[in-house]
């Protein structure tokens, strides 16, 4: 067991002993599964004497997280023995993750499935402390709502957040970042050609890409209307400089060396560049595409606080903040948050696919 694995053990179990000390007066069918998981992780301790698998570790965490949720209201006001059993939840939680990646790092490619336990977990308990701290805390709706409400939102909602998520994300987002992203590669392609164009083109990349998006946006608007092509406009703006920049990087990635021995093959450009240069451009092309996969979806939602029908990701954010339907708010955020991770993911998957030969894919 590792200096941190020790630590956390040590201080779980303490903070457990801690807890059921203080809740003994506490009638025992008012917290009974609480006090189980408290008694539990008390005697958790004995790991010091006798080996305990990983997967105990996952069960108290479960336990614990499952007790303290079932005994928000039943105290008023709230314990401290409960904020002492999230405590320990979050620190079983920690170190179950913690010796779950140290048993999965030898083979980590073979055990991809159970490595996605650490994400899920680690996400798992966000939600968790986040659902005890507002609704236990007493935290008002409109500074937080808990998760348990936002999720009942998207559940009433689903036809209008599917409606937004066309607008911006379907419309918006993905044509403006086929957009930007192709024309800063086709650009990075010419300027790689043309030495004139390099001195033209790459500061007057530099200066788009410092424009403000709260700027840009209402021209936008003005020049392509208020439905989803003024926000593709945006995201072309957004994404076209971090395309251009890795492309023109990515090029000259390759070495003198290798471009020499193409030489001596008799290669011409196009060849050197099509078998040599893009391949080695392969990583930092990905790179943009992960960049502005996040980019392109903020761009898009705050393009729309600008000007936009009655629908959209960033007009429903807008107008339901006036309402202060903030359940509403962070349906919204919830949506844009999970397309973007799956966009991300995929741009990932491809890349581990294409660049299969890069050194960063082989050692993940």
Request: aromatic share 12%; proline share 6%; glycine share 10%.
């Amino acid at each position: 067991m590792s200096q941190l694995q020790f630590f956390l053990a040590l201080v779980a179990g303490g903070v457990c002993a801690a807890a059921l000390a203080l809740s003994v007066l506490t009638p025992m069918e008012s917290a009974l599964l609480l006090k189980v998981f408290l008694g539990l992780g008390f005697l958790s301790l004995i790991r010091f004497f006798v080996p305990l698998g990983l997967w105990f570790d996952g069960v108290l965490a479960v336990l614990g997280a499952v007790a303290v949720l079932l005994s928000i209201g039943i105290f008023t006001p709230t314990p401290s023995f409960l904020w002492m059993a999230l405590v320990a939840t979050w620190l079983f939680g920690w170190l179950f993750v913690e010796r779950l990646s140290k048993a999965l790092a030898p083979g980590l490619t073979e055990n991809a499935g159970l490595g996605l336990l650490i994400p899920v977990v680690f996400g798992i308990s966000i939600l968790v402390i986040w659902e005890v701290v507002t609704r236990a805390g007493n935290v008002p709706q409109v500074i937080l709502p808990p998760p348990s409400m936002i999720w009942a939102r998207i559940v009433a909602s689903v036809p209008t957040l599917w409606a937004d998520f066309q607008q911006t994300f379907l419309k918006a987002v993905l044509i403006g970042y086929l957009l930007g992203c192709g024309l800063g590669f086709v650009v990075a392609i010419l300027i790689d050609r043309s030495p004139f164009l390099k001195s033209g083109l790459l500061p007057l990349g530099n200066f788009v890409s410092a424009l403000p998006i709260v700027g840009v946006a209402p021209i936008m608007v003005m020049w392509f209307g208020f439905d989803w092509p003024s926000k593709a406009a945006v995201v072309v703006i957004m994404t076209f400089f971090p395309m251009l920049v890795n492309t023109v990087a990515g090029l000259n990635a390759s070495s003198s060396i290798e471009r020499d021995l193409m030489r001596t093959y008799a290669a011409g450009y196009w060849q050197t560049l099509l078998k040599l240069r893009l391949p080695a451009a392969g990583p930092f092309i990905f790179n943009a595409l992960k960049i502005n996969s996040t980019l392109a979806l903020i761009g898009a939602i705050v393009a729309e606080f600008f000007g936009t029908p009655i629908v959209g990701m960033g007009f429903r954010i807008s107008t339901e903040v006036g309402r202060m339907n903030v359940d509403m708010v962070w349906a919204e955020i919830a949506v844009a948050a999970v397309a973007g991770s799956v966009f991300y993911g995929v741009i990932v998957l491809i890349e581990r696919g294409v660049t299969f030969w890069h050194p960063s894919v082989r050692g993940a």
